[in-house]
């Protein structure tokens, strides 16, 4: 009962703690703005603990935060070959193959409209295709190894890169469009002068989408045949061991890996759209 | 020398509720060195004249010929600079950068850029800006930028589309006056659209006056006005004559019962 008290009163006193920032005339600073989360986070880990120890909550519906770091620091070298497995290799050339397949097939669609009325409705249809049901398909055509995850991966995200892609390259105004006419350029010089960098926010939009997409795609595809590591395996098989502590450990991974990843693509995003009204500050 | 001629030049766009016809029996000459204005109420086709001009609109009757070529020929040379209503920069290029967009189209070599870019930005005193981006300039700079762009090439006709119609009457002033140094250090031939008509007899040595539904010429008027013009020119009674006569066009063209 202690330590459910104990963390009643650590919840409180990490609220008034945020109150108290936030009301402060220095909550604009950058040690205000980082302090905030990492309050928040350090006192949602805390009560996890003492909740789960004074409740006696069973490890296998919920392990303590402390069981979770274990298993993460101990399992380290399988937490690595399983990341390398599943992220490095499937989700990451997933996730290169298909956008750049996704940005081949909007630049055709683009040049010739005719496919804008055949291609699109394909790539809608297969964007509608349950990842259930082409996991094992591709399983089945690429094998146990990374390259059939990569394959769900290459499903996933081409048509979010592509409808993007496409509207990016359509969003030049009229007047831009007359100005590259009055010029008499030809059509490389406008998509790369004009419609290509105006595409860009576009682009990077479905490229974010893409990263949370490929993630998924590359574990979930694990469940359906895979070499004996990767992180959807891993998962799968410590489900039935009840070994949720490492289920825990690999999803804390998971959320790792998928948070730099995203962060990345946003950072280059903001090197490259920083003229767009989204991304300029004042 | 003749740079732009018109003659019973006709355009009709199709539209869903039946023709409507833009341009009708359109004659014109523009000599080498005219600043021409296109004045008339919206509607009047001074836009669309223009366009033709540019070869960004196609006539569908009569002839139009820009430096003895047609004016798609005429585009393809890069016989024109255009200024849009708009500035139109690219917010992703800087000012030195939107003013290297048409040389870089055009095949200018590195040294020549540099030397163009500082001349044209000069010309247009924003020398100093070269590295600012478009949004973070005033309106004002940045149709500033957008002439300079359209002059940073070898283009002897400077094509002006309400170009400081988005603008206040002081940077309106300011800018014509700058307008019309440029016009005399260059020596080009600028065609002007304007629904203003002091900014059309300061600026103008002809002012074509345009009416509506058909899109015509009403009156075109020599400016008796010297080429050198101080802003206070806008007081001399030969500015109010002008002035006025491009008001009986215009009133005369355009039926007010509407």
């Not at chain 1, 105004?173 to 290509?196: E, H, I, N, P, V």
Request: charged share 15%.
């Amino acid at each position: 009962m202690g330590l459910v008290i104990a963390a009643l009163v650590l919840w409180g006193a990490g609220w008034m703690m945020n109150m108290a920032i936030a009301a402060s005339p220095r909550r604009t600073t950058l040690a205000a703005r980082v302090a905030v989360p990492v309050i928040f986070g350090i006192t949602v880990l805390v009560m996890w603990e003492l909740l789960v120890r004074g409740l006696g909550v069973s490890p296998i519906i919920l392990p303590a935060p402390s069981a979770i770091a274990g298993a993460f620091a101990e399992q380290t070298h399988t937490l690595w070959l399983d990341f390398r497995q599943t992220v490095l290799k499937g989700a990451l050339s997933g996730f290169f193959i298909g956008c750049a397949a996704a940005f081949a097939a909007a630049l055709a669609i683009d040049r010739v409209p005719f496919l804008q009325r055949g291609l699109l409705p394909i790539g809608n249809f297969v964007a509608a295709l349950p990842i259930i049901g082409v996991a094992p398909i591709m399983v089945g055509w690429f094998g146990f190894d990374w390259e059939s995850k990569a394959a769900v991966v290459v499903v996933m995200v081409f048509f979010p890169m592509l409808i993007n892609t496409v509207q990016g390259l359509a969003d030049t105004t009229a007047m831009q469009r007359d100005l590259m006419k009055t010029y008499s350029a030809g059509y490389w010089q406008s998509l790369f002068k004009l419609r290509l960098p105006a595409a860009l926010p576009f682009i990077f939009n479905g490229l974010k989408i893409s990263t949370t997409l490929a993630l998924i795609g590359a574990i979930v595809a694990e469940y359906f045949g895979s070499p004996t590591h990767g992180m959807g395996f891993r998962i799968s098989t410590e489900v039935g061991r009840l070994g949720l502590d490492m289920v825990w450990a690999e999803i804390t991974a998971a959320a790792i890996a998928g948070t730099c990843f995203y962060g990345v693509v946003a950072l280059i995003e903001r090197g490259l759209t920083f003229w767009h009204p989204s991304q300029r500050s004042g | 020398m003749t740079v732009v001629k018109a003659d019973d030049l006709a355009l009709t766009f199709q539209t869903n509720d039946g023709p409507v016809h833009a341009l009708a029996d359109v004659n014109l000459t523009v000599e080498k060195g005219d600043f021409v204005s296109f004045i008339g109420p919206s509607g009047c086709g001074k836009t669309t004249f223009l366009r033709c001009i540019a070869g960004l609109e196609t006539p569908t009757g009569g002839s139009l010929t820009v430096n003895g070529m047609t004016p798609d020929e005429a585009r393809r040379s890069r016989a024109y600079g255009y200024v849009f209503q708009a500035a139109g920069l690219y917010p992703w290029r800087t000012i030195a950068g939107n003013v290297r967009l048409p040389l870089e189209i055009m095949g200018y070599s590195r040294a020549e850029m540099a030397e163009r870019i500082a001349r044209v930005l000069e010309l247009v005193e924003l020398s100093g800006f070269e590295k600012k981006y478009p949004w973070q300039l005033s309106g004002g700079m940045q149709q500033r930028a957008s002439i300079a762009r359209a002059l940073a090439f070898d283009a002897d006709i400077l094509l002006m589309d309400e170009p400081f119609g988005a603008l206040d009457e002081i940077v309106r002033d300011h800018l014509n006056e700058q307008l019309l140094k440029l016009w005399a250090r260059t020596e080009k031939t600028i065609c002007f659209v304007t629904h203003s008509i002091p900014e059309a007899v300061y600026l103008s040595t002809r002012i074509v006056v345009m009416s509506p539904r058909p899109g015509r010429i009403t009156d075109v008027i020599e400016s008796p006005l010297p080429r050198e013009r101080p802003l206070d020119i806008r007081d001399s009674t030969q500015f109010l004559e002008v002035a006025h006569r491009v008001r009986e066009g215009l009133r005369a063209g355009h039926a007010y019962d509407q």
